[in-house]
């Protein structure tokens, strides 16, 4: 890998890891409601990978909640993006399998939709509301995967045993037989 693929790729792996501990991973919501002639109301939670933030001005206590009961929403909805973050660092350091690196990837934006979908309502989507993950980790490592694809050369024609073409073969067989 060159010296500009290599300096681009860590500066991508530092940017992936900062957008994976200081951004939002997932939006939720803590209520959802509807009133006749307003539509569709949600109260967001954002939720971070070390807590999550309800904004001032709904029902619900506002600020940071962090404890022990963040535990299972970090295993249910955030675990896949760590181990995609894993899995692209993983990738950088040694390119063999593309594949997992992207499976865990679509993992982290499959499955907050699922455990947010069973709760949300299909006329919330269509009115507007969006609940679930924001793809900006995913996208950022895929570009990261990109970079490191570009700077990997590849294998020497030495490698492969080459076979003569068929017109240069008969000149070889002949030439062995004169003498």
């Known amino acids: ?22 951004t939002p991973l997932v939006i939720g919501s803590i209520s959802l409601s509807y009133q006749a002639g307003i539509g569709w109301e949600m109260e967001p939670i954002y939720y971070f990978l070390f807590g ?11 600020g940071w909640m ?8 970090i295993f249910m909805l955030l675990l896949f993006f760590v181990i995609y973050a ?22 982290s934006l499959v499955i907050p939709i699922f455990f947010l979908g069973i709760s949300f309502p299909f006329e919330a ?8 993950p924001l793809p900006f980790q995913f ?23 080459k076979k003569p073409p068929w017109w240069q073969k ?4 002949s030439d062995e037989d004169k003498q």
């Open 86 to 107: 894993l899995q692209v660092t993983y990738y950088c350091i040694k390119p063999t399998a593309q594949r997992w690196t992207i499976i865990s990837g679509i993992l």
């Open 139 to 161: 996208i950022l490592g895929l570009v990261v995967i990109r970079i490191v694809n570009v700077g990997i050369k590849k294998p020497e024609d030495e490698l492969l045993e």
């Open 52 to 62: 999550s933030y309800s904004p001032p001005g709904g029902a619900e206590p506002s």
């Open 1 to 22: 890998m060159s010296s500009i693929n290599r300096w681009q790729a860590k500066l991508g792996l530092l940017l992936l890891w900062c957008v994976t501990f200081l």
């Open 170 to 173: 008969n000149q070889t067989d």
């Open 66 to 73: 962090i404890g022990p009961m963040y535990v299972a929403v």
């Open 125 to 132: 989507y269509t009115s507007g509301i969006y609940a679930g």
